[in-house]
Structures are given as structure tokens and as C-alpha cells.
């Protein structure tokens, strides 16, 4: 049943060696030749800077006397008001996990260039609502973030699906990585305009508005060069195959790689992505009869459907457990506490000044992007276990010391600012462990683990765990800060070393693995096979057979139909990329 990976070249290993031929093999050198593709994923990845701009501005602005001033009883330091608090912060993630729900449904039925330009404009429309807590308050704060959550929920899916559909898949993980270090570049540069802007007036009683105002205005900026340019940008060709606007998809094709529309370059493109394109519509068809239509109503009701039939199966439920577990485990380290609120753990690890507490978040952001880099590079060559396990741990001993430094000196910070120092220290390990594993590697997890048909659903599934703890840890962690002190690092702690035993346990490595081994592993065997045997039947009938049987007969390609390696499935995976 399950393929060996040291079975001769099949049927995608000629395609992929076909295009190696023509167009050359990934690195570095396929990123120049491919520069306009490369130019608009860049641009694209505005979406994700935003999104990691708003995961960590309001950290420092949370700090700031003159915004405290303004919110009242919503940001104060008092322990009975840090619910609220917790509101101020968390109800950007709830509006985040409504826009990931409604981003496939929005990507499919507008496109997904138009999807960015409605979820940018919905992003704008709820940053000039929080431009108003000047004379509104804190309901103009709360309604305003809920709506740019929506913008950011929906950009943070759609981006990375458009990069992976317009970009060839020479380059196409490097394009999708680019989305994770523009995220972790917008929390960087958040953090540092947020220490900058806090000498506005001075960082005391006399601290102007414009210091915590000028931050938030300043995302308008990024927002509106989107809004606009997006309208230049190309239609996804998989969107216009899907939709079946096929000439115009070829032409797209052709101009992003600078061919001419007849080249055997692009020919090879089109008819693939025509194959994943009938691929999905028959599965639809075969498990969703009554969904086969394309129209708006049935698109929204299809994700709800699909995602309600993964729970149906114990094989399937297993997978369900290891990308929503994962993803709870994600939120759990504490990573989200760190970034929303690092100027207050700071100050209370006995960094009296916010100057120097929001310096000291300003080194979070650094060394997280730098951390970030490492997996983008070897993540591949060492497997997703060993870096998820490593990492948890890591995390968890940072979290176990910084809670034993709280316990024993929270009291005389003043006198042992060598301890405090320590602590802080220990959130910046803290942070480099999450920036290698647990940021990037736990959502290649959760689109790993599923089978062909099932796999955009299962993401969307995983998204929406990752998103709901995110709002749940940004609700209760002024709370616990306030209210149980070290007992927050513990906590996050224990469950961290809990997400390291539950990878090492319970999550399969799936580096190099092929779908018909994860069906084996998962208890489902078959579902892959039967996909595999509908794309070959949809490989044949649209000549994408012929073309590469010939091309291979005259390049050194050789194989036959039955010759279905384990590279041939990996391909499958990578295929279809663009549900990402």
C-alpha cells in the first residue's frame, strides 16, 4: 500500500523534472528569474505586515499614561478592572476568528484580489474608528479593533493563498515563508514606533494624545498603499481556471513568467492547475451533490459542510485532534501574552520606567524575526518533531526560571534588579524558542496531516483553533498577571511541557511522509489512493499525460502509469499549496 521513496520516477516526478528543465531548480537564482512574481508577493505581504503590526502595538500603547488617561476603568492598573483590559486587547482576535471564517467564502466568490481589497478596506474602516477614542473613548477602541480583526482574520488566509497561486512551485514555499517574516517584521517595527512615539510630551502626566494616536494612524499608511495597488495586481490564475475564465488564465500565466502564451513552460502550468481545478470539483461532486454548483450561497455553505464531515470518521477525528490540539498548544506557550502585553510583564519583572519596559520589548521584536529565519532554512532537513519538541521545552524551562525569579523577588525588585534582569532575559530566550518551532512549524503541521480532498477544510479548521485561543489567552492574561503573579508562568509552563509530550506522543513527524503513509498512520487507508486514482483519470483526460509522457521521451524522463512513487504524492501536497 504505501509507496517507497526510492521507487523509480512517476508521473509528477516527470513533471517536476520537466519544469526543473525548462525553468531551472529552486534557490535563490529561481527568485530572480521569477522577479515579478517575487515583486508581487512582496506586495502582497503588506497583508501580513499589518497583521503582525496590530499583534503587537497595542502592547506598548496599553502603557502609555495619556491613553490610560482616555480609557479609564479599561486600562487601568487596578485588579478588578483587568477583564476589561483583557477586552481592549482580545476583541481584535474575536474579530479575527469571525474574518477567517468568512475568508474562504470571500476569496472563492470575489476572487482573491478582490478579497484583499474588501478585507483592506474593512482593516481601514475599523483603524479610523479607533482614531476616534480621542472624544469617543473606549467603545471606539472595542468597535473599532473587533472590525480591523475582521480585515486582519481574512488577510492572514488570503494573502498566502494568493502568493501560492500566482507564484510557480519553484518558489513557491519561499513566498509563502515571506508571509511569517513580513508577520514578524510587523511586530517588530510595532514595537520600536511605539517606543519612539511614547516621548510625545514627554513619557510622563504630560505625555500627549499623539503618542499612543500616532501609532495607530500610522497603519493607514501600508493599509491604503494595498488598497490601491492591489487594483494593479493580476487575478489568481487557479481563481480565473476555477471560474472558468481559461484564456484569460493563460494569459496571466504568461505574463508572470515572461513567456509567451504557447510555451511549453506555461502549457505545463495551465494544464495542472486545470487538473487540481477538476479534481476539486469532482470531489465536491461526489461528496457534496447538492454544493456542486459554483454559486455564492453554495461556496459559503460548502466550508461549513465539508469542515462538519471531518468529525464523522474516527480516522479523520484523529486528525481533527492533532491540528486543533496543536494549535491550542500553540496559543498555550503564552506567545500572544508575551506580545500583547510585554511593556506589563516587563514592568512587572521590576522595570519601573515604561521607557526602559518598552526598550526592552523592542528587543522581542528583533530577536523573534531573527529567530524566525533558521526554520524557514532547515525545517525540512530536520523534521517538524524534533524542532516542535525542542522548542516547547526550551520555552517551558524559560517560563518554569522566570517564575521561580517571581516568586522568590517580586517584592524587592528595587534591590535585586539583577533577578529582574534575568527574567527578562528569559522572555527574550523565551521568544526565540517559540520564533524557530512552535510560530511556523505548527501550522506546516496542520496542512500536512490531511488528505487531498479534505485539506483546504482542515486548515481553515486549524486556523480557526489558533485563532480562538489567541482571543482566549489575550482575554484572561492581564487577569492572571494581576491575580496569581508567577503562577501565569507556571501555568503557561506546565502546559507548554504538556504540548512538548503531546508532539512527541501523539503528532506523527511528517517530513517526507506521503499521503498514503499518513492514511496508514491515521487509520484511513484508501482516501488517498482514490484521490490519486481521480487525478490520474483527470491527468489523462485533459492531455497533461501526454504532454509530459512526450516531453520525457525526448529529455531522459522515463516512466509508466503504474510508477507512483512516494515524490509523486509529495507533489500532490505541494500542488496544492494554494489552499493555504
Same mark, same amino acid.
Given at each position: 500500500?504505501?509507496?517507497? /521513496?526510492?521507487?523509480?520516477?512517476?508521473?509528477?516526478?516527470?513533471?517536476?523534472?520537466?519544469?526543473?528543465?525548462?525553468?531551472?531548480?529552486?534557490?535563490?537564482?529561481?527568485?530572480?528569474?521569477?522577479?515579478?512574481?517575487?515583486?508581487?508577493?512582496?506586495?502582497?505581504?503588506?497583508?501580513?505586515?499589518?497583521?503582525?503590526?496590530?499583534?503587537?502595538?497595542?502592547?506598548?500603547? @496599553?502603557?502609555?499614561?495619556?491613553?490610560?488617561?482616555?480609557?479609564?476603568?479599561?486600562?487601568?492598573?487596578?485588579?478588578?478592572?483587568?477583564?476589561?483590559?483583557?477586552?481592549?486587547?482580545?476583541?481584535?482576535?474575536? /474579530?479575527?476568528?469571525?474574518?477567517?471564517?468568512?475568508?474562504?467564502?470571500?476569496?472563492?466568490?470575489?476572487?482573491?484580489?478582490?478579497?484583499?481589497?474588501?478585507?483592506?478596506? $474593512?482593516?481601514? @474602516?475599523?483603524?479610523?474608528?479607533?482614531?476616534?477614542?480621542?472624544?469617543?473613548?473606549?467603545?471606539?477602541?472595542?468597535?473599532?479593533?473587533?472590525?480591523?480583526?475582521?480585515?486582519?482574520?481574512?488577510?492572514?488566509?488570503?494573502?498566502?493563498?494568493?502568493?501560492?497561486?500566482?507564484?510557480?512551485?519553484?518558489?513557491?514555499?519561499?513566498?509563502?515563508? @515571506?508571509?511569517?517574516?513580513?508577520?514578524?517584521?510587523?511586530?517588530?517595527?510595532?514595537?520600536?514606533?511605539?517606543?519612539?512615539?511614547?516621548?510625545?510630551?514627554?513619557?510622563?502626566?504630560?505625555? *500627549?494624545?499623539?503618542?499612543?494616536?500616532?501609532?495607530?494612524?500610522?497603519?493607514?499608511?501600508?493599509?491604503?498603499?494595498?488598497?490601491?495597488?492591489?487594483?494593479?495586481?493580476?487575478?489568481?490564475?487557479?481563481?480565473?481556471?476555477?471560474?472558468?475564465?481559461?484564456?484569460?488564465?493563460? =494569459?496571466?500565466?504568461?505574463?508572470?513568467?515572461?513567456?509567451?502564451?504557447? *510555451?511549453?513552460?506555461?502549457?505545463?502550468?495551465?494544464?495542472?492547475?486545470?487538473?487540481?481545478?477538476?479534481?476539486?470539483?469532482?470531489?465536491?461532486?461526489? *461528496?457534496?451533490?447538492?454544493?456542486?454548483?459554483?454559486?455564492?450561497?453554495?461556496?459559503?455553505?460548502?466550508?461549513? $459542510?465539508?469542515? /462538519?464531515?471531518?468529525?464523522?470518521?474516527?480516522?479523520?477525528?484523529?486528525?481533527?485532534?492533532?491540528?486543533?490540539? %496543536?494549535?491550542?498548544?500553540?496559543?498555550?506557550?503564552?506567545?500572544?501574552?508575551?506580545?500583547?502585553?510585554?511593556?506589563?510583564?516587563? =514592568?512587572?519583572? #521590576?522595570?519601573?520606567?515604561?521607557?526602559?519596559?518598552?526598550?526592552?520589548?523592542?528587543?522581542?521584536?528583533?530577536?523573534?524575526? &531573527?529567530?524566525?529565519?533558521?526554520?524557514?532554512?532547515?525545517?525540512?532537513?530536520?523534521?517538524?518533531?524534533? &524542532?516542535? %519538541?525542542?522548542?516547547? &521545552?526550551?520555552?517551558? &524551562?524559560?517560563?518554569?526560571? $522566570?517564575?521561580?525569579?517571581?516568586?522568590?523577588?517580586?517584592?524587592?525588585?528595587?534591590?535585586?534588579?539583577?533577578?529582574?534582569?534575568?527574567?527578562?532575559?528569559? $522572555?527574550?530566550?523565551?521568544?526565540?524558542?517559540? #520564533?524557530?518551532?512552535?510560530?511556523?512549524?505548527?501550522?506546516?503541521?496542520?496542512?500536512?496531516?490531511?488528505?487531498?480532498?479534505?485539506?483546504?477544510?482542515?486548515?481553515?479548521? /486549524?486556523?480557526?483553533?489558533?485563532?480562538?485561543?489567541?482571543?482566549?489567552?489575550?482575554?484572561?492574561?492581564?487577569?492572571?498577571?494581576?491575580?496569581?503573579?508567577?503562577?501565569?508562568?507556571?501555568?503557561?509552563?506546565?502546559?507548554?511541557?504538556?504540548?512538548?509530550?503531546?508532539?512527541?506522543?501523539?503528532?506523527?513527524?511528517?517530513?517526507?511522509? %506521503?499521503?498514503?503513509?499518513?492514511?496508514?498512520?491515521?487509520?484511513?487507508?484508501?482516501?488517498?489512493?482514490?484521490?490519486?486514482?481521480?487525478?490520474?483519470?483527470?491527468?489523462?483526460?485533459?492531455?497533461?499525460?501526454?504532454?509530459?509522457?512526450?516531453?520525457?521521451?525526448?529529455? #531522459?524522463?522515463?516512466?509508466?502509469?503504474?510508477?507512483?512513487?512516494?515524490?509523486?504524492?509529495? *507533489?500532490?501536497?505541494?500542488?496544492?499549496?494554494?489552499?493555504?
Amino acid at each position: 500500500m504505501v509507496a517507497g /521513496g526510492n521507487a523509480a520516477p512517476g508521473f509528477y516526478d516527470a513533471a517536476l523534472q520537466r519544469r526543473q528543465t525548462l525553468m531551472g531548480a529552486s534557490g535563490p537564482a529561481a527568485l530572480i528569474k521569477n522577479g515579478k512574481v517575487f515583486m508581487i508577493a512582496m506586495f502582497a505581504c503588506i497583508g501580513g505586515l499589518l497583521y503582525g503590526y496590530n499583534q503587537g502595538v497595542f502592547s506598548g500603547v @496599553l502603557t502609555m499614561p495619556s491613553f490610560q488617561r482616555h480609557m479609564g476603568n479599561y486600562d487601568s492598573n487596578d485588579p478588578a478592572d483587568q477583564t476589561r483590559k483583557g477586552w481592549l486587547t482580545s476583541i481584535l482576535e474575536l /474579530g479575527a476568528w469571525f474574518g477567517t471564517l468568512l475568508s474562504g467564502f470571500l476569496a472563492e466568490t470575489a476572487s482573491r484580489k478582490y478579497g484583499i481589497l474588501i478585507a483592506t478596506f $474593512v482593516f481601514i @474602516l475599523g483603524v479610523v474608528i479607533q482614531t476616534t477614542a480621542i472624544s469617543a473613548g473606549h467603545n471606539s477602541i472595542l468597535g473599532g479593533r473587533f472590525i480591523t480583526g475582521m480585515g486582519v482574520g481574512s488577510l492572514s488566509m488570503i494573502v498566502p493563498m494568493y502568493n501560492a497561486e500566482v507564484a510557480p512551485p519553484e518558489v513557491r514555499g519561499s513566498l509563502i515563508a @515571506l508571509q511569517q517574516l513580513a508577520i514578524c517584521f510587523g511586530i517588530m517595527i510595532s514595537f520600536w514606533i511605539d517606543y519612539g512615539t511614547n516621548y510625545i510630551g514627554g513619557s510622563g502626566d504630560s505625555q *500627549h494624545e499623539a503618542a499612543w494616536l500616532l501609532p495607530i494612524c500610522l497603519q493607514l499608511f501600508p493599509a491604503a498603499v494595498l488598497f490601491a495597488g492591489i487594483l494593479f495586481m493580476p487575478f489568481s490564475p487557479r481563481w480565473l481556471v476555477h471560474h472558468n475564465r481559461e484564456e484569460e488564465a493563460r =494569459k496571466v500565466l504568461a505574463n508572470l513568467r515572461d513567456l509567451p502564451p504557447d *510555451h511549453e513552460l506555461v502549457e505545463l502550468e495551465f494544464l495542472e492547475i486545470k487538473a487540481q481545478s477538476m479534481f476539486e470539483k469532482r470531489t465536491v461532486a461526489e *461528496h457534496f451533490p447538492h454544493l456542486r454548483e459554483l454559486t455564492a450561497w453554495n461556496i459559503f455553505k460548502l466550508q461549513f $459542510v465539508a469542515i /462538519g464531515s471531518l468529525f464523522k470518521t474516527r480516522a479523520m477525528f484523529k486528525r481533527v485532534i492533532v491540528a486543533t490540539v %496543536t494549535m491550542f498548544f500553540q496559543q498555550w506557550t503564552g506567545i500572544n501574552a508575551i506580545l500583547y502585553y510585554a511593556p506589563t510583564i516587563f =514592568k512587572s519583572l #521590576g522595570l519601573s520606567s515604561n521607557t526602559t519596559s518598552l526598550l526592552a520589548t523592542g528587543v522581542v521584536g528583533v530577536v523573534m524575526f &531573527i529567530a524566525t529565519i533558521p526554520s524557514v532554512l532547515y525545517i525540512d532537513k530536520i523534521g517538524r518533531k524534533p &524542532i516542535l %519538541t525542542i522548542g516547547a &521545552i526550551g520555552m517551558a &524551562i524559560c517560563h518554569i526560571i $522566570v517564575a521561580a525569579i517571581v516568586a522568590s523577588d517580586r517584592y524587592s525588585w528595587a534591590t535585586h534588579k539583577a533577578a529582574g534582569w534575568g527574567a527578562v532575559v528569559m $522572555v527574550w530566550l523565551f521568544v526565540v524558542h517559540f #520564533g524557530y518551532s512552535w510560530g511556523p512549524c505548527a501550522w506546516i503541521i496542520v496542512a500536512e496531516i490531511w488528505p487531498l480532498s479534505n485539506r483546504p477544510y482542515g486548515i481553515a479548521l /486549524g486556523a480557526s483553533s489558533n485563532w480562538m485561543n489567541n482571543f482566549i489567552v489575550g482575554q484572561v492574561t492581564p487577569d492572571m498577571i494581576s491575580g496569581i503573579s508567577y503562577g501565569t508562568y507556571l501555568i503557561f509552563g506546565i502546559l507548554t511541557f504538556g504540548g512538548a509530550a503531546f508532539v512527541w506522543f501523539f503528532v506523527p513527524e511528517t517530513k517526507r511522509l %506521503t499521503l498514503e503513509e499518513m492514511d496508514v498512520i491515521f487509520g484511513s487507508e484508501g482516501t488517498a489512493q482514490a484521490d490519486f486514482e481521480r487525478m490520474e483519470e483527470i491527468n489523462k483526460e485533459i492531455g497533461l499525460d501526454t504532454l509530459l509522457r512526450g516531453a520525457g521521451s525526448g529529455s #531522459g524522463v522515463v516512466g509508466t502509469e503504474k510508477e507512483h512513487s512516494g515524490s509523486e504524492k509529495e *507533489h500532490h501536497l505541494e500542488a496544492t499549496a494554494e489552499h493555504e
